[in-house]
C-alpha cells in the first residue's frame, strides 16, 4: 500500500495535512487488521507444496496398503480354492466308490433273482414235461 500517494490525494481533497495524515493512518491500519485477519486462512506456495507432498505420500502408503491387503486376500482365495478342490477331489471319489459299490450290489441281486426265475421256468418245465409224460 503506498501511504505517501494516498497522503498526497487526500491533502489536493482540502483536508488538512494533520487530518489527511490521521485518514491514510487510519485506513492504513484497518487495511492492515483486515489482512492480518485473513492472513491466517492464506496458503504460501510453500504450504501447498508441503500439502501436495503430505496427500501424495498418503496417497502412496494408502495404495502400498491397498496392494499388500488384495495379495493377501488373493493368497488366502488361492488357499481356499486349493483346499474346497481337494476336498470335491476326495468327494467325488467317494460318491464314485459309492455308486460303483451300488451298482455291483445291484448286479449281484439282479443275477440272483435271474437265477430263481431261471430255477423257477426249468422247475415248471420240468413238471409240465413230466406231466405231459404220464399222460401220453
Known amino acids: ?39 491466517e486462512h492464506l496458503s504460501t506456495k510453500e504450504d501447498v507444496v508441503n500439502a501436495s507432498a503430505e496427500l501424495r505420500k498418503e496417497i502412496a502408503d494408502t495404495s502400498a496398503e491397498l496392494r499388500k491387503e488384495i495379495a493377501d486376500t488373493s493368497a488366502e482365495l488361492r488357499k481356499e480354492i486349493a483346499s474346497v ?3 470335491l477331489t476326495k468327494e467325488i471319489a467317494n460318491v464314485r466308490t459309492d455308486l460303483t459299490k451300488q451298482i455291483s450290489d445291484a448286479k ?15 422247475g415248471l418245465t420240468s413238471g409240465i414235461v413230466a406231466t405231459l409224460i404220464k399222460f401220453l
Open 85 to 87: 478342490r481337494i476336498d
Open 1 to 39: 500500500m503506498n501511504t505517501v500517494r494516498m497522503y498526497e490525494l487526500i491533502k489536493k481533497t482540502s483536508l488538512p495535512a494533520e487530518e489527511a495524515e490521521a485518514l491514510v493512518n487510519e485506513i492504513e491500519n484497518l487495511v492492515t487488521q483486515k489482512f492480518d485477519d485473513r492472513k
Open 108 to 122: 449281484v441281486s439282479l443275477i440272483k433273482w435271474m437265477i430263481g426265475i431261471a430255477l423257477t421256468i426249468i
